[in-house]
DNA sequence: CTTCACATTGAACACTTGTTCAAGAAATCT
DNA sequence: AGATTTCTTGAACAAGTGTTCAATGTGAAG
């Protein structure tokens, strides 16, 4: 058992062909154009083969939304090589990057939240994994803020997050870039405010 | 012709009673739960009556875009008998309003924007309903910020819009109320900021 | 009344869907 | 080598899909 030894070829696992065809079916047409035989023509397999890894498509789905929560976490990860209030930044300004304004990133986040709405499965799923973001991205605060207390680590984290749901569904939309831009300082702002006014 | 003759009954016609039908499933269980028999169903007429009164099934979806599209643009209407600043206030407190942040429409909209992804044609009316939205914004910041120049009311209508959104998305996702009053506060200070300062 | 346009029905069509399964290929083990 | 476990295939099935259509109901105009 353990890692499966290679393939003669240099063709990776079938399985993670399938996982990605799914996603990127998913991306492109929703979640009515992933059926199990789009699937298997996708990643070049047999339609048996996705049921074998899968035992439905409930899981493979569910697989799909767990790569990208993942993927979603990694956005909000402590870096040690950088000092603490450039982790922040660099976090702030991660969700705006090349790779995560690619529409392949965005229309699968939106397709999953939808999904989530239809689904009592997933939207727990989803819930956690949006919970653990949010204390990622508190975390990052409280490094950046260290007199900051928690509670207040955890409201700027939430409106933070607020403002990136917003840019994230904007840029689907097709809005200019500059209005991107302009988010991207407003989640600074919010994350090295002053400790609080009133 | 015209308006048609009121049935013997107290029943709405049976033609809206559909595209409602369409509405609820929609919201509920997304794309994949508005099918023409469930549709017909849930309206508690035949399956044929609903293509009596939409060809296609794409017909159908695009009449529920239509009139959520509507819905969207009252949002921004301007309201002659308040004070100009006093109509966008409203208006920017609007969409936290009880009838918004229900559920029912969130899912909705959410669901069309995933829709909007994933067909071309879907795509097309809604970035314009997106536009007219955004102009209505605007002419709302400009009505109660005179002296502001055009292109610096659009940009903050751009800005309130990713707010909107982010708040949107994130009540879905079941945030605390807190952090949305705090981005209401956050669209209204966009919204009567001074002038500009660089 | 008859006529006629409109509204409404449900059966029938061809097609796609998720899932199962017996069969076979390929790798691993003894 | 054979024996065994793991992959891989595609046919088959029942259920669901959008769409069409001949048949019927309904109410107003002639």
Redesign the pocket.
Same mark, same amino acid.
């Given at each position: 058992m353990g890692t499966?030894?290679v393939?003669?070829g240099e063709q990776v696992d079938?399985q993670s062909r399938i996982l990605e065809a799914a996603l990127d079916l998913l991306s492109r047409h929703g979640i009515s154009g #992933?059926?199990?035989?789009?699937v298997a023509r996708e990643a070049g #397999?047999? @339609?048996? @083969?996705v049921?074998?890894y899968y035992?439905?498509?409930?899981s493979l789905i569910r697989a799909a939304l767990h790569s990208v929560d993942e993927h979603d976490l990694r956005l909000v990860a402590p870096d040690p090589s950088l000092a603490p209030d450039e982790q922040l930044r660099t976090a702030l300004h991660r969700v705006a990057g090349a790779e995560l304004l690619t529409t392949r990133y965005l229309s699968l986040r939106l397709h999953l939240w939808a999904l989530a709405q239809a689904h009592e499965d997933f939207a727990r799923i989803n819930a956690a994994a949006f919970d653990r973001y949010l204390d990622g991205l508190a975390a990052l605060v409280s490094v950046a803020h260290p007199a900051l207390p928690l509670k207040e680590c955890r409201d700027r984290a939430a409106d933070i997050v607020v403002v990136q749901n917003g840019m994230w569904l904007t840029a689907l939309l097709g809005i200019d870039k500059a209005a991107i831009q302009r988010s991207i300082a407003r989640t600074e702002q919010i994350a090295f405010a002053p400790p609080r006014d009133n």
């Open positions: 499966n030894t393939k003669s079938r #992933v059926s199990m035989r789009a #397999v047999a @339609l048996g @083969l049921n074998y035992d439905d498509k409930m």
